[in-house]
């Protein structure tokens, strides 16, 4: 069936008339599913229409039509054109529309970021892939499929901070597991590069500790990740899983990563000379697994954790005697650490230079300024919608088929005031 | 390219917003695909975030430019060496680094802005982290002459010890707001209501 002259212009009458409200919209997304065959068959000869179309209002019939004319494979000089109009499209499409066909965006948004990676251009899909994000996003809750790819565009361009303003919105809803994994191992490593290690080790202990029926290349590489990001953070690490994480993770994981549990053993010993010891054994391997700058990292923290330990033992100390502890070269050199982790608030203490000596002090805050306060707040108001979020799943789950069905199966088991009234055979 | 927001930012003196426009104007090229590289400005880029105290993104932002325009703009390498010098920490050095080289007029002001705010931040670490400190020291790190470094402190309330050239440091007293208002009350009811249901 061809697409005569008539057809073209009923297509494009439809997508003038039917896009005022949402009912039209509707009718007219049913009516261009109706159409999706014919619109495939003639992609080639679709371009022309476009012109007729204004992306902002006639956003829902612009999108079809956009994502059948590139759907075709394209040579290399036309794939800059495309990512220009899907970019530009992106830009001024309405959202309200192109939510009723997500699957049709994030097609078009998939292939601007195929022929991005293509062009060996990456920044480019940046701010078009962040503004996606949030058109199609129902919610700042929700986990779209582009939000791996945002990252890992973020990633490869180098534009960590733009990444690091998605990783602080808190995801309730998620799509794909898939994303999930790939989501959160990325945004660990932006966090990494943005010195954040806290919240690096919060969303590797996701990927690690998520429902996994058997472990993936993702979970052993966030592993790895994850045990190096501890190190430096906490200045240890704990080989026990959580309860919580899948027997698949609990079983295989560490077989992957046994240079790295090497590395713990050595790190848990206080002697740097130990731990580049243990560095300069395995260094192919950290190499290969491109962890050589996170290596070197948690290296650099154990003087840190050495001196932070010294804290707990002695009011003051003298710099020579810190040097000699923490195996470092002269007092001059123990000076200039303690005085960066005076800067960066790892430590509280004042040098004395006159008798070369370092007092440590106790922490100063009393938790009763303002400003403390406007922290515990936050806080306290981020747990409160938390837990409304959980009582609202616990409500939703009590009501699911299959896990009354379950209960009720093994419902002796239970006390009797909480399930008696779930029938011992619960069929749906 | 329109860099309007950024020549307005910087005649009004908003220095801390310069980074945040040349982020937005750069992403606005490059999914343009407009070829920027050659005609960017990297060296006020790169103070733009020195300014505001984000080394990690003058980094990342040193790792994308390229080498033809490294090595034919010497005030990008030179802005990139303060960087560099901060981000290892070498305090005393920055100075240096500031002083050596002759800024452009687009740079001079936000560089002058800097030197000053990095002079008291220098200070003000000092005055946290020594009880005593030698004179010598203290001008490395403020980037002064001894005599102007004494000067400067002694204003400051610190004293000096000549014959050991040693200066003993006066803690600054820590002001702390503590005052509240009814609306904790209003958020000290909701928790009740929260923690009852």
Not at chain 1, 89 to 94: E, G, K, L, T, Y
Not at chain 1, 299 to 311: A, D, E, H, P
Not at chain 2, 143 to 166: F, I
Request: some cysteine; proline content about 3%.
């Amino acid at each position: 069936m061809n697409l005569s002259m008539s057809s073209v212009e009923s297509l494009v009458a439809q997508i003038h008339g039917l896009s005022s409200n949402i009912g039209e919209l509707t009718q007219l997304r049913n009516y261009l599913k109706q159409c999706d065959d014919l619109l495939r068959t003639e992609s080639t000869r679709l371009a022309p229409l476009l012109t007729e179309l204004d992306p902002s209002v006639h956003s829902l019939g612009y999108l079809y039509i956009l994502e059948a004319c590139t759907s075709a494979p394209i040579s290399k000089d036309q794939a800059n054109k495309l990512v220009l109009s899907v970019a530009r499209f992106i830009n001024v499409c309405a959202a309200e529309q192109i939510r009723l066909a997500p699957e049709k965006f994030i097609s078009i948004c998939k292939r601007l970021m195929l022929q991005v990676m293509l062009l060996e251009d990456p920044m480019r899909g940046v701010a078009p892939l962040l503004t996606s994000i949030r058109k199609l996003q129902s919610s700042t809750e929700q986990l779209t499929t582009l939000h791996p790819d945002f990252m890992l565009l973020c990633l490869l361009s180098k534009c960590y901070k733009i990444g690091l303003s998605v990783l602080e919105d808190d995801i309730f809803e998620v799509d794909l597991p898939r994303d999930l994994f790939l989501y959160c191992y990325y945004g660990g490593m932006i966090c990494i590069g943005q010195k954040q290690f806290r919240k690096a080790l919060e969303l590797l202990h996701n990927v690690v500790t998520a429902p996994m029926p058997i472990i993936s290349a993702i979970a052993v590489e966030a592993y790895k990740k994850y045990i190096l990001v501890s190190l430096i953070h906490l200045g240890q690490f704990a080989t026990s899983f959580p309860k919580y994480t899948s027997s698949a993770a609990q079983r295989n994981l560490k077989n992957f990563s046994q240079s790295y549990l090497e590395l713990v053993n050595s790190y848990s010993t206080g002697k740097v000379s130990e731990v580049e010891k243990c560095v300069e054994i395995y260094k192919d391997t950290f190499g290969s697994d491109n962890n050589l700058g996170l290596v070197k990292q948690v290296v650099s923290s154990m003087y840190k954790r050495n001196i932070q330990r010294l804290t707990q033992t002695y009011l003051t100390l003298s710099l020579q005697d810190i040097a000699n502890t923490v195996q470092l070269n002269s007092p001059k050199e123990a000076e200039m650490h303690v005085l960066q982790m005076i800067q960066e608030g790892d430590i509280y203490a004042t040098i004395n230079q006159k008798d070369g000596m370092v007092r440590f002090l106790e922490d100063p805050e009393q938790y009763k300024t303002c400003e403390m306060i406007e922290r515990l707040d936050f806080s306290i108001q981020r747990i409160m919608r938390l837990s409304k979020k959980l009582t609202t799943m616990n409500e939703v789950m009590s009501c699911d088929p299959s896990y009354l069905g379950k209960v009720g199966k093994e419902r002796q088991r239970f006390d009797y005031d909480d399930f008696y009234t779930v029938p011992s055979k619960f069929t749906i | 390219m329109d860099f309007s927001a950024l020549n307005e930012a910087l005649a009004f003196k908003s220095y801390d917003k310069v980074a945040g426009i040349c982020d937005t104007l750069m992403f606005l090229a490059a999914s343009e695909g407009v070829s920027y590289q050659q005609d960017w400005p990297y060296a006020i880029h790169l103070i733009g975030h020195i300014y505001v105290n984000d080394i990690n993104s003058a980094r990342f932002l040193w790792k994308k430019i390229p080498l033809a325009v490294k090595e034919s703009q010497p005030e990008v390498s030179a802005a990139w060496k303060i960087g560099q010098r901060l981000w290892i920490k070498d305090y005393a050095s920055v100075h240096e680094a500031i002083r050596e080289f002759i800024w452009s007029p687009q740079c001079q002001g936000i560089m002058a802005a800097f030197s000053e705010m990095y002079t008291k931040r220098m200070f003000e670490l000092l005055q946290s982290a020594y009880s005593t400190i030698s004179i010598q020291d203290t001008a490395l790190f403020l980037g002064m002459s001894e005599e102007d470094a004494t000067n400067y402190v002694l204003q400051h309330g610190w004293t000096v010890d000549p014959a050991s050239r040693m200066l003993t440091v006066k803690k600054q007293a820590v002001v702390t707001k503590q005052k509240l208002d009814h609306s904790k009350l209003q958020r000290l009811t909701e928790y009740v209501f929260h923690l009852e249901h």
